[in-house]
């Protein structure tokens, strides 16, 4: 067997899921979405049993044995370590989200600098993430470690699978643990190319028609609300508001046009 894989699917035995956890973990280190003791997994592998991510602990660093089973409470049931101390957060998301099966938190770089900018990751810009990650909102700060950052995912857990936290991360969940942490990986790569085309200053966006014909070629809906939109910005919607960082630079280019014009002779 390949002892760094992770297989699709919840249908194995507790050992199993404890060693994928485990791989996942140094995944999250090799690719520097997470440093030092940041970042927690869990998975929820029964009714009321959730395997966790023990707090303190490189997730690099992990062996099945340093695993914490808790209840959906939060209540230990087994294992000599704390849990991750973002163990609310985490239950927040099962309690509300019956179909999701694995939770991944990490601070992977360019999507928590979007996330510290409070800037959505809500543009149609590349295909293949519309499929899955249409839309990846920022929920409001909250301190890490408390209810409050439960709280703040609220409103948010029905209709994302993917979700920026304010000047902190972000969080990413579904069916599985292979899901959950494609979806990580999927954010900081969509992250990633945002920002080039940030810095290369245009950014193409697709059309509404393209992101519709997308969304037809696997048979996904878009189960928005106006509250909640779930659509990313295309090629048609509105102009964005002009940034702080917008006016900075027309600010820069006004006073150097101003500057050309007390030149001329
Ligand atoms: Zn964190």
Redesign the pocket.
Known sequence: MNLQAITPGMDKDEQEHRRELCVAGAWLCERAFVVAT???LSLRIGENRVLTSPTGMSKGMLAPADLVVTDLDGSRLEGHRAPSS?LQMHLAIYRRRPDIRAIC???PPVATGFAAAGMALDKALLAESILDLEFIPVAPYAT?GTLDLADSLRPLVTQYNAIL?AN??VVTFGPDLLTAFFRMETTEHIARVTLVTELLGHQVLLSNRDVERLLASRNRPCKGTADAPTRARTAESPAEEETPRDRRQLEVLLAEALRSLNDRP
């Open positions: 940041d970042g927690n973002e938190h990490a601070h890490p936290l902190h991360g």
